[in-house]
């Protein structure tokens, strides 16, 4: 959505990384103003899925360009509403996922209820928006909260060859040979 809404033209936002420049303009939006559907809303399961909100939120910003009169790359006005929508959106989709969650893993006592603990991290985790959110979340259900500093909550695909080079030099579950392993997407 920050590159399609063209945030590295945007003066406040030229040297900030897509998601962080949704945030900072979201900070003095409205997300009222452009309200999307939350995805997924007809399964009942835990998964996340942010396509149909991506598609939505073109949808508005094609809608809104026309009503303006200005060419793909230009920013809109509206810009500040929209990220503000967009944030809002993502953090309720993932508020609501995550409560499923919690309540499928005391239901199935797969966790206590008594110390559970929600752990954030990676790099939706220095969104303050959404941190805020799995706060309260947490609180209103008994969870411990746990979430690093965001200048910790970097890309998770950092996180994870970290923990191979770990793994590696454990010698823990690394195999050494691929040969047998079939390979599928998703």
Sequence with gaps: VARRLSLRRH?????MAGGKAIEHLAQTGDWQQHTFRL????YRNCDFSFSGLQSLANKAI????????????????CVKD???????????HIIQRTYRAMLFCIKNSILSSKNATL???????????????????????GFAFLCPPPRLCTDNGV????NGVERLRAGLGVLHSTDGIRYEPK
């Design 119 to 141: 752990v954030v991290s990676g790099g939706v985790a220095s969104n303050q928006y959404i941190r805020k959110g799995l706060q309260t979340l947490a609180d209103a259900n």
């Design 82 to 92: 929209i990220a503000a929508a967009v944030q809002h959106a993502v953090a309720v």
């Design 39 to 42: 995805p997924m809303q007809q």
């Design 62 to 77: 094609i809608q809104k360009e026309k009503e303006e009169g200005i060419q793909e790359g230009e920013i809109l006005s």
């Design 159 to 162: 996180m994870i060859a970290w």
């Design 11 to 15: 003066p406040e936002c030229h040297s």
